[in-house]
């Protein structure tokens, strides 16, 4: 199954996103959720998967795009572009009701996250490397597993601590590029650095893995947050 980032790791995206929100966004986002406090709100999309109702979400959270394509509509398993676009167009759909609005604002904010981990975007050959078996410290694990949560939960940080953390250094001209970024720019750019996350020689993962892509971790969790806040400010305008 693909979780995308763990729980600790979509809320640090929620968090990061709630710090570059307009006032006006947090305004109309509290209107229709109640509150504004995105890091709440991010890990529904994979609670609700124990429900019959959603199976149909299982193809959501994840998209396939081969070494050297890009991405095209239909030809690969994994709706998740597709379907952030549609959660963009309800949002921005002045007739649309109002809870299903609220359910594309909670899959919305959940999906963005996702796409910022490199091995949501798969190769199609490994299911998104679930199927790469490595171990973690001695313990059996496989990479996708790693990438979502093992990384970041090393760290020992609530996601509070780790957003706070990933802020320090913050440079206001990055932050607006980011904000500014397409879909397709992230998801190709996971495209691009999944082949990081599969450079290892020994399948016992320890230290010198966690350091050598602890960059790139962090890179990607700051980026989704920032991103979620431009797709959001851009919505709720």
Sequence with gaps: MLLGWGKTGHRI????SEQYLTKNAKTQIK???GHHDISRMTNWADEIKSDPEWKKAGDWHWCTIPDNE???VGKHPGNAVEKVEDFISVLTNKKAPKEEKKIAFKFLVHIVGDLH???HVGNGDDRGANNIKVEWFNE?????SIW??????FQNLSYTEYA???????????????QASTLL????????????????SNKNLKWEYFYKNKLLLEQRLLQGGVRLSGTLNRIFK
């Design 185 to 200: 720019d992230y998801v190709h750019e996971s495209r691009d650095l999944r082949k990081q996350c599969y450079d290892f």
């Design 70 to 72: 890009s991405y095209t």
């Design 140 to 144: 059996s694990s496989n990479l996708h």
């Design 13 to 16: 995206v929620g968090k990061i």
């Design 148 to 153: 979502d949560s093992k990384l970041i939960d």
């Design 31 to 33: 209107k229709l959720m």
């Design 164 to 178: 706070n953390y990933l802020l320090l250094d913050e440079d206001r001209s990055l932050i607006r590029k980011w």
């Design 117 to 119: 981990q490199p091995l």
